[in-house]
Every structure is written in C-alpha cells, then in structure tokens.
C-alpha cells in the first residue's frame, strides 16, 4: 500500500499554469516510447501497454477502472482522489491495485508522473470534470469523462475546441453509446425506421434524494465535521464557491447541488435522450421551456421537471422536433391505442414505459418507437410492425465495449463512439436544461451565436460562476 503525496498549492498552481495555459505549444512524446515505463509494468512490452491516471477512485470508478483495465492492455500506475476511505466502491480498486502510487491532487499526479502516462481517467462529481480534463488534454493525454462531461456550457465548448487542438482520442462515460443497441438505431435509422419523427417524450422516475420530497431541505446544507479522510475540502470544492463541508455533498449527494452538480439532466440525460440527439442530428434547441417545477429554487434541484424543448428541422425527413422532458413521480405519457396490441382476453396492451426512456413519435402516426436508457434496444409499437420491420431490428454487438473501446483507441485501433465532438454538443443540450430549471423561464436560444436571445441571466449561466483564482488558467484556452 502506498501513502497518498502531497505538494504545496503555490506548486500547484504553477503547475496548473504551466501545463494548461501554454498548452497550445506542447510537444508530446507518449509514455509507452519511454524507458521509464518498462520496468513497472512487465505483462506486456512497452508498446502495447497503455498507462492510465486515474482521477477518482470510488462511486463509478468502482465500474470504471476495472472496464478500461479489463484484458490487461491498460493498467494503473496512479490514482488520485481527495479521500481514499469514504467514497462507495473504493476498496474494490485498491485491493485491485495496492502499489499503485496514490495522490490527493490531480495536478501533482500530472506533474510527478506525466511522462509516465498516457490517458486519465476522470471520475469525479460534475464540478471537476472541466479541471481535470483539460489539464490533462493539454498534456497530451488521452481522456476518458464520465458523463456529463462538464459542468457548464461553456466548458464542453472549451474541450470540444481541445479535442481538435491537442488531437487526443476522448470518450464520455455514456457506455450505451458503444453497444448492441446503438447498432441497432443505426441500422433502423438507414432503413428509414426512425424518419420524419416530430416528438420525443422521454422521462425519468425519481432515484435521487431530492426527488423524494421526504429527503429534500430548504436552502444549503448546515456544517457538518468533516472527514479526517478528506484531505483538502478546498480541493474538492475545485472551481466553485467553496461552501461549509456537509456530508450531503461528498461522498455522493452533491448531484442534487446546482453549485456541483446536474441534478436529473446530468445523472441519466445522456443514458436517454443520447441515441436519438445524437443520430437525428438534433444539434441545440431554439426554445426551451419549463411548463412546471416542483418546489423550485436556486439552490436544489426540482422535486419535479416538466420540460419541452423545440429543435428546428435539419433536412429532409428530419423535421422540427419537439422534446418532452419528465423527470419526478407521477410521470403520465398518453399514448393513443393503435400502438398497443391485441391481448388474449380483447384488451389491447399498451407498451410499458419503466422508470426511464424515450418514445419517439413520427408525423405519419403509422407506430412508436420506444428506446429504453443506456444500451438498451428499441422496440417498435405495435409488435405487428416491428415484425415487419425484420433485420433492420436485429441486434449485432460491437467488437468493444464503452471502455475498450477508448483503450483500442488510445492504441491506434479504431476511434471511439462518444468522443468529446459528440458528446459535447449533447453535454450542452443537458447544460441548457438546467439553466431552464433555475432560472424557470421560458428561453429562446440561438444555436448559431449560442446565445440566449433577450436574458443577461441566462447567458452568464453558460459558463457559470466565474471559477477561484487558483483554477482561472484552465478556462483560458482559446
């Protein structure tokens, strides 16, 4: 077992500044062409090995670092994360790994041991995302993000920009974008499964604390003692205001926090509404109205969203589309019975939503498409239909999953699902959802200029509070 390392924040911002801010001018040799790397990793020579950082070790990373390492092409060589005790899932890591040379700041891992890496990881709460991305990126470093990619609009334009820049290989975390199931939409959408579609409901049951108006409380949370385990609230905290410690924000429930997180949008957006953003080319929205939010407030996120956004047409058969967002209790889809099938005793069978998916509806009226979350298949309705439909409803897996995909990637096999070039545009459409539920206005936006039209607010909240100073330099590239 190794001790977690530690370096003095005026080195710290040094190296933020250094590494970041004259990015644009790196020169960058990866690690596997490096002596260094041979002799702490002898299962594989030098050039098939792909050494990651990994920046959050608990929660999703629990998922995350065994799904890159999986086959033994990738390995760890650091890890890093503000408490190495708390966080769900840990353990499972660092039984995995426990001579892996350990860090509490990312920024000190890239430094100590950036010759001897060549992709991170980064699976930590939304806030960080950005930070920790792009300190790597302008390394030279491949990156994988779990979703949501960032915390802010802004900040997925910044690595979209990054990802051009530095030519690294990128992957968001949203592993249905690599399966069966997204196979499966590209063979509907060339057989024409999935034209001329008008409207899109998708929904969410409740999963989260502030979904159970049980759990929610008025305002922010009080202070609480904080864990001898977490090192460095400060740290934590990254860009944002730093608030009093409260377990209600580490080692989980910060996702509830506008100030931290991306509440429902961010949680599951990009495990629903990925598919069809992303293969009907729905780009950015136009309008984008909250028809009613359960207790609203600036603080936490809705006990309840309804939302409607209004993309504008892209071509043929793909006309204006109209997106419906529930998300809370109670979540009512009307359908119309020519949908359903027949049943044994007369009565017809309407499809069943589950706690979270999409049905999409066409202009012709003729039947339902019905996608579930993640890497689920779709479903046509009536089954009548879908029978009909044949081969171009089969379902064929990819060569790689999500992960190995990126680690295939990294390697110079192929290129990724969900790198940053599409999953930014996505990210952004998540980012404007939640601008809608704070400020609870209806929003007219430009995807051209990607601006509010007429809202000051609206558009300061685009790239959010500006960030501490000891991070400022990562928001700086061009």
Same mark, same amino acid.
Request: overall charge neutral; hydrophobic content about 40%.
């Given at each position: 077992m190794?001790?977690?390392?530690?370096?003095p924040?005026?080195?710290?911002?040094?190296?933020?500044?250094?590494?970041?801010?004259?990015?644009?001018?790196?020169? +960058?040799?990866?690690?596997?062409?490096?002596?260094?790397?041979a002799?702490?990793?002898p299962?594989?020579?030098?050039?098939?090995?792909?050494?990651?950082?990994?920046?959050?070790?608990g929660?999703?990373?629990?998922?995350?670092?065994?799904?890159?390492?999986?086959?033994?092409? !990738?390995i760890p060589? !650091?890890?890093?994360?503000?408490?190495?005790?708390?966080?769900?899932?840990?353990?499972?890591?660092?039984?995995?790994?426990?001579?892996?040379?350990?860090?509490?700041?990312?920024r %000190?891992?890239?430094?100590?041991?950036?010759?001897?890496?060549?992709?991170?990881?980064?699976v930590t709460?939304?806030?960080t995302h950005?930070t920790?991305?792009?300190?790597?990126?302008?390394?030279?470093?491949?990156?994988?993000v779990?979703?949501?990619?960032?915390?802010?609009?802004?900040?997925?334009?910044?690595?979209?920009?990054?990802?051009?820049? +530095?030519?690294?290989?990128?992957?968001?975390?949203n592993?249905?974008?690599?399966?069966? =199931?997204?196979?499966?939409?590209?063979?509907?959408?060339?057989?024409? *499964?999935?034209?001329?579609?008008?409207?899109?409901?998708?929904?969410?049951?409740?999963?989260?604390?502030?979904?159970?108006?049980a %759990?929610?409380?008025?305002?922010?949370?009080?202070?609480?003692?904080?864990?001898?385990?977490?090192?460095?609230?400060?740290?934590?905290?990254?860009?944002? %205001?730093?608030?009093?410690?409260?377990?209600?924000?580490?080692?989980?429930?910060?996702?509830?926090?506008? #100030?931290?997180?991306? =509440?429902?949008?961010?949680?599951?957006?990009?495990? *629903? *509404?990925?598919?069809?953003?992303?293969?009907?080319? #729905?780009?950015?929205?136009?309008?984008?109205?909250?028809?009613?939010?359960?207790?609203?407030?600036?603080?936490s996120?809705?006990?309840?969203?309804?939302?409607?956004f209004?993309?504008?047409?892209?071509?043929?058969?793909?006309?204006?589309?109209?997106?419906?967002?529930? !998300?809370?209790?109670?979540?009512?889809?009307?359908?119309?019975?020519?949908? =359903?099938?027949?049943?044994?005793?007369?009565?017809?069978?309407?499809?069943?939503? =589950?706690?979270?998916?999409?049905?999409?509806?066409?202009?012709?009226?003729?039947?339902?498409?019905?996608?579930?979350?993640?890497?689920?298949?779709?479903?046509?309705?009536?089954?009548?239909?879908?029978? %009909? #439909?044949?081969?171009?409803m089969?379902?064929?897996?990819?060569?790689?999953?999500?992960?190995?995909? +990126?680690?295939?990637?990294?390697?110079?096999?192929?290129?990724?699902?969900?790198?940053?070039?599409? !999953?930014?545009?996505?990210?952004q459409?998540?980012?404007?959802?939640?601008?809608?539920?704070?400020?609870?206005?209806?929003?007219?936006?430009?995807p051209?200029?990607?601006?509010? *039209?007429?809202?000051?607010?609206?558009?300061?909240?685009?790239?959010g509070?500006?960030?501490r100073?000891?991070?400022?330099?990562?928001?700086?590239?061009?």
């Amino acid at each position: 077992m190794t001790t977690p390392e530690t370096t003095p924040p005026s080195s710290r911002r040094g190296f933020v500044k250094q590494s970041v801010a004259a990015g644009f001018g790196f020169t +960058f040799l990866p690690a596997y062409l490096t002596s260094a790397r041979a002799a702490d990793n002898p299962q594989l020579p030098p050039s098939r090995r792909l050494n990651l950082g990994c920046i959050g070790i608990g929660g999703r990373a629990g998922s995350v670092i065994p799904g890159l390492t999986e086959g033994g092409t !990738a390995i760890p060589v !650091a890890f890093t994360d503000v408490d190495f005790t708390t966080a769900k899932s840990l353990e499972k890591n660092l039984k995995a790994f426990p001579d892996v040379r350990r860090f509490h700041d990312f920024r %000190e891992m890239l430094d100590k041991m950036g010759k001897d890496i060549d992709a991170v990881s980064v699976v930590t709460p939304d806030h960080t995302h950005f930070t920790a991305a792009i300190s790597a990126m302008a390394l030279g470093k491949h990156v994988y993000v779990e979703k949501p990619l960032t915390h802010t609009f802004e900040e997925a334009a910044i690595l979209m920009r990054a990802e051009k820049k +530095f030519k690294v290989v990128t992957q968001m975390g949203n592993q249905g974008h690599t399966s069966a =199931g997204a196979d499966q939409f590209k063979q509907m959408l060339a057989a024409g *499964i999935v034209d001329d579609v008008v409207k899109i409901d998708a929904w969410k049951s409740p999963s989260l604390w502030f979904m159970n108006a049980a %759990e929610r409380i008025k305002g922010y949370p009080a202070e609480e003692p904080m864990p001898e385990s977490l090192k460095s609230w400060d740290l934590w905290c990254g860009p944002q %205001e730093v608030k009093p410690f409260s377990k209600m924000y580490h080692a989980f429930n910060w996702r509830g926090f506008h #100030l931290y997180g991306g =509440g429902m949008f961010g949680d599951w957006g990009a495990h *629903i *509404i990925d598919f069809a953003h992303h293969h009907l080319k #729905l780009g950015l929205p136009t309008r984008i109205t909250p028809l009613a939010l359960a207790d609203y407030n600036q603080v936490s996120y809705p006990l309840s969203s309804d939302i409607r956004f209004e993309f504008p047409a892209r071509g043929e058969k793909m006309p204006a589309v109209e997106l419906h967002w529930k !998300a809370g209790g109670d979540i009512k889809i009307d359908l119309a019975e020519k949908y =359903g099938d027949p049943g044994k005793d007369g009565k017809v069978l309407m499809p069943k939503p =589950g706690n979270a998916g999409s049905y999409l509806h066409r202009k012709q009226g003729d039947y339902l498409v019905q996608r579930g979350s993640h890497d689920r298949h779709s479903l046509v309705y009536p089954r009548a239909k879908m029978v %009909e #439909l044949g081969d171009a409803m089969s379902l064929h897996a990819p060569k790689h999953n999500h992960f190995q995909s +990126f680690v295939q990637a990294c390697m110079g096999n192929g290129t990724t699902e969900s790198p940053f070039s599409i !999953a930014g545009e996505l990210t952004q459409v998540l980012n404007l959802g939640t601008i809608a539920e704070y400020l609870n206005v209806e929003l007219q936006f430009d995807p051209k200029t990607k601006r509010f *039209i007429g809202n000051d607010e609206a558009n300061a909240r685009l790239a959010g509070p500006a960030p501490r100073a000891e991070w400022a330099d990562c928001y700086k590239l061009g």
